[in-house]
């Protein structure tokens, strides 16, 4: 479904990432995929893996570092001259504003916030945009905070929020260079960067009990969902927030 298809990968940490389980899909289906790893103590987990996946390029990408996301761009015009989709799956913020009430979150933690989370999907967004010269899609990770209250989720909340608005107004502006661009947002799942959160088990423990399927998703079915937003499938659609959750953001 996705031969001769391009694709960036951000955010894979390790085997039980979302991102992990979108490149297995994507890769699976026929795509070829350049993936990024964090810093250097993170490459020794995330080499092996693109090596099983028989990426392309494997890159550093720390996105608060000037200069790192443009060089990773580079590199892919250089190698393949273009892409055909991106997939952005990362977040941070700092653990005392992550923990802390909203309204009392610090300037320089909620920057910093959305500037990983948000900000750096715009970023990435221009920089793929003249690679895209026959289409292609974005896809960006949210999660339920960003339209309800979720406990102990915080300040991600606004800032996931934000990225969700900022999915539709890509989707606006691209739509005339044939580019689609989505928030995909699982269910809570068991991820390292999920561990940050606050008494994180409970919500588990919540979403597997109000959840229409009582079970937890798993990456390899949003891995499935993005590989259907980004191939042509999907071509009618656009700037649309698609839940991955067993149903757990239909519950009141």
Request: glycine share 10%; hydrophobic share 45%.
């Amino acid at each position: 479904m996705l031969t001769g298809q391009r694709g960036l990968i951000v955010g894979i940490a390790n085997e039980h990432s979302i991102a992990y389980g979108c490149a297995v899909k994507l890769r699976a289906f026929g795509a070829d995929l350049a993936i990024t790893y964090l810093n250097d103590k993170a490459e020794p987990y995330v080499r092996p893996l693109a090596g099983t996946l028989q990426a392309a390029l494997c890159l550093p990408l720390d996105v608060q570092v000037p200069g790192q996301t443009e060089d990773v761009f580079a590199r892919i015009a250089d190698h393949w001259g273009g892409l055909d989709f991106l997939i952005h799956s990362i977040a941070f913020a700092p653990r005392a504003d992550l923990h802390g009430r909203v309204v009392d979150c610090s300037r320089e933690g909620f920057t910093q916030a959305m500037q990983v989370s948000c900000w750096s999907f715009l970023h990435m967004a221009r920089l793929a945009e003249p690679l895209m010269n026959r289409g292609g899609a974005m896809v960006a990770m949210s999660y339920y905070g960003a339209d309800k209250v979720v406990n102990n989720y915080n300040l991600m909340g606004p800032v996931k929020a934000a990225l969700e608005a900022s999915v539709r107004y890509l989707a606006s502006e691209l739509a005339p260079r044939g580019i689609r661009v989505f928030a995909v947002s699982p269910g809570p799942l068991k991820t390292r960067a999920a561990s940050g959160i606050a008494q994180f088990d409970e919500l588990i423990e919540d979403a597997m009990r109000r959840a229409p399927e009582r079970r937890l998703v798993d990456i390899a079915e949003v891995g499935r969902v993005v590989s259907f937003l980004v191939g042509g499938a999907a071509s009618g659609m656009t700037g649309d927030t698609i839940y991955v959750d067993g149903g757990l953001h239909i519950m009141a």
